[in-house]
């Protein structure tokens, strides 16, 4: 398995932008895919973007696409989440995981974060 801990969650206005990052440690991080998926309150822990062990493939939830970028640096054994145009229904837990392979499901990662609060004010 991978330990990972998430930081850089926190309060902003619509419109606004934050920057998540994910650091890893344990498993081989440059062969581990990489996701974020977000719970807000009620709600199932749902699917935000992943990125291939290589960085090359990139995969988003269609309300994210054009607003977040998923990206990650292998030699800081981290990931990030670039989220620009702040929505409040971005309000949410955000957690990064990983897994062998890339997967929009969370029951095909192994390792998760204790996740970070994001709170998108209207």
């Known amino acids: 398995q991978v330990q990972l801990v998430e930081s850089g969650g926190g309060l902003v206005q619509s419109g606004g932008s934050l920057r998540l990052s994910c650091a890893a440690s344990?498993?081989?991080?440059?062969?581990?895919?990489m996701a974020w998926f977000r719970q807000a309150p009620g709600k199932e822990r749902e699917f935000v973007a992943a990125i291939s062990w290589s960085g090359e493939s990139t995969f988003y939830e269609d309300s994210v696409k054009g607003r977040f970028t998923i990206s990650r640096d292998n030699a800081k054994n981290t990931v990030y989440l670039q989220m620009n145009s702040l929505k409040p229904e971005d309000t949410a837990v955000y957690y990064c995981?990983?897994?062998?392979?890339?997967?929009?499901?969370?029951?095909?990662?192994?390792?998760w974060g204790q996740g970070t609060q994001v709170t998108v004010s209207s």
């Open positions: 344990g498993r081989t991080f440059s062969r581990t895919a």
């Open positions: 995981a990983a897994a062998r392979l890339v997967a929009r499901t969370p029951n095909e990662y192994d390792s």
